[in-house]
């Protein structure tokens, strides 16, 4: 291991264990959950129709300044889009306003964008979100310390299982890119998460015949969620287990982030 992955991975294990708020996942697990970052279209009108398939649904992390534009990741949501998602019963949480990352920038900028974004999440489909993915997984000590007591949830990018104590401040997340050749490394997970009773989050952008780099094809997708299934998980939202658990929306306060320099 070279030393920068060494420096790396002690970070994210510092990362992991401090300023914590832990929920116990008690007997509710296995549970899975499908996430897609950023929202491209196709997330949406091919990666959503996958899970309706299946009966269940999936949770969306936006970030409105996004709206009408693309990326590599194609186009990305309209409004329309949005009230389709909502209508479908999936649910749409926040990442920040303009997909900025919290490492690169000041701490009360982020704050602020992201309470942005929320406040137009909650415009766009009339409820309030408290849970929030951190856009490109970049979190900070500060930021997770500061950030966390104003969600209900925060997700990153850092892999493994949630439980059976969850970390409501920076959720586990494992990513789902590629193709059908990715399934076995799903699989494993899947099975380690249906032997450890624990909750199973997944994450991608795009789902398409050819994706990009963060994204998966159609056919990945159907397997995983197959799998999931024949295994007997249940397929949630992330608010859906966070009621399962018995963590109250209610409980998230939200503070005007202060303008401050990090
Ligand atoms: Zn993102």
């Not at 279209?41 to 693309?70: F, H, K, Q």
Request: aromatic letters at 8%; one cysteine or more; charged letters at 20%.
């Amino acid at each position: 291991m070279s030393l920068r992955s060494s420096i790396g991975a002690i970070r994210r294990d510092l990362l992991s264990s401090a300023h914590s708020r832990l929920a116990p996942l008690n007997d509710s697990g296995p549970i899975v959950t499908f996430t897609f970052d950023d929202f491209p279209r196709s997330a949406l009108l091919t990666g959503g129709a996958i899970l309706e398939r299946w009966n269940v649904r999936g949770t969306y992390y936006t970030a409105p300044g996004l709206m009408n534009t693309s990326s590599d990741a194609g186009d990305l949501f309209r409004q329309s889009d949005v009230e389709t998602l909502c209508e479908q019963g999936h649910e749409l949480a926040s990442h920040t306003f303009s997909h900025i990352s919290a490492r690169k920038t000041e701490g009360g900028v982020f704050e602020n964008d992201l309470l942005k974004g929320r406040n137009t999440i909650e415009q766009l489909c009339g409820y309030d979100t408290g849970n929030f993915a951190y856009p490109f997984g970049d979190v900070t000590f500060r930021t997770k310390k500061r950030v966390g007591s104003q969600l209900t949830s925060a997700r990153g990018i850092f892999p493994g299982l949630n439980g059976p104590n969850v970390d409501l401040n920076l959720l586990r997340a494992n990513s789902l890119y590629g193709d059908l050749d990715q399934l076995p490394a799903a699989e494993k997970m899947i099975q380690q998460n249906l032997e450890q009773k624990t909750w199973l989050i997944f994450y991608t952008h795009d789902v398409q015949a050819k994706p990009s780099s963060f994204g998966c094809t159609p056919e990945l997708l159907e397997a995983v969620v197959s799998s999931a299934v024949r295994h007997g998980c249940r397929i949630l939202t992330v608010q859906e287990t966070l009621e399962c658990i018995g963590v109250s929306k209610g409980h998230t306060s939200r503070r005007a982030a202060r303008s401050v320099p990090a």
